[in-house]
């Protein structure tokens, strides 16, 4: 149990540093919040760990984060700034994944020790960056435009929920199913493989429905740039 115990505690960690992430730098924050959650997502997602008899895999809860935040930036600076922060983070993480490549490549002095852990870390990035770049693209495109086409039929402040969490709920189930096909088909057996699936949009599903409280509060933040939007 006390791996889940100490999830929970993860998760309020991650949604904490969220708030105060786009508290105190705004716009630039989510943008900011974004860049870090992919590489992070990705690093973390080659540990697994196992809850209640199941086996899954870290980096689903910083992952989730993300749709918060295009959700976010969606809600109150509107569709074509979410795709900007999509785009944002697509760059940011085929940019890592280039530089610790090449960071791969150099001969490690006999003093090194970091190398063989970095290639723990990064050697299996290209094809970990291949399936997350492809499920993230995908899922978060789609995730922007579901949230605008919910808006406008849900669009009343109360509605955000439904907004948030319909959108989301959607979109992850792609991005679960793209992501593991991609990263995990053959590299574990097909039980694993099932496990790791189900598991990982069962987190991605909790983790939407546990953000909602935080996007509400989020959304009562009101900093300088929203001045220069329209109707925000």
Same mark, same amino acid.
């Given at each position: 149990m006390f791996n889940f115990y100490f999830g929970v505690g993860f998760a309020l960690v991650n949604f904490i540093l969220f708030l105060l992430c786009y508290k105190w730098f705004g716009k630039t924050g989510l943008f900011a919040w974004i860049a870090a959650a992919?590489?992070?997502?990705?690093?973390q997602v080659v540990k697994t760990i196992e809850m209640f008899g199941l086996v899954m895999t870290l980096g689903n809860v910083i992952y989730?984060?993300?749709?918060?935040?295009?959700?976010?930036?969606?809600?109150?600076?509107g569709e074509k700034d979410a795709k900007r922060a999509v785009w944002f983070g697509?760059?940011?993480l085929i940019m890592t994944t280039i530089?610790?490549?090449?960071?791969?490549?150099?001969?490690?002095?006999?003093?090194?020790?970091a190398q063989p852990h970095l290639?723990?870390?990064?050697?299996?990035?290209?094809?970990?960056?291949?399936?997350?770049?492809?499920?993230?693209?995908?899922?978060?495109?789609l995730d922007v435009k579901l949230f605008a086409a919910i808006k406008r039929k849900f669009s009343r402040p109360d509605q955000l929920w439904i907004r948030n969490n319909g959108s989301t709920m959607v979109s992850q189930l792609i991005d679960t199913l793209i992501?593991?096909?991609?990263?995990?088909?053959?590299?574990?057996?097909?039980? %694993?493989?099932?496990?790791?699936?189900?598991?990982?949009? %069962?987190?991605?599903?909790? %983790?939407s429905a546990a953000s909602t409280p935080f996007i509400y509060i989020a959304r009562n933040f009101k900093h300088p740039e929203e001045a220069q939007k329209p109707g925000v």
């Open positions: 992919t590489i992070l997502a990705n690093l989730g984060t993300i749709y918060l935040a295009t959700d976010l930036i969606n809600e109150k600076y697509f760059f940011t530089i610790m490549q090449l960071v791969l490549v150099f001969e490690p002095h006999e003093s090194d020790f290639e723990a870390l990064f050697g299996l990035m290209p094809r970990l960056a291949l399936g997350s770049l492809t499920a993230y693209l995908i899922s978060q495109y992501f593991c096909t991609i990263a995990f088909a053959g590299v574990y057996s097909w039980d %694993v493989w099932i496990q790791i699936f189900f598991t990982t949009y %069962v987190i991605k599903f909790v %983790v």
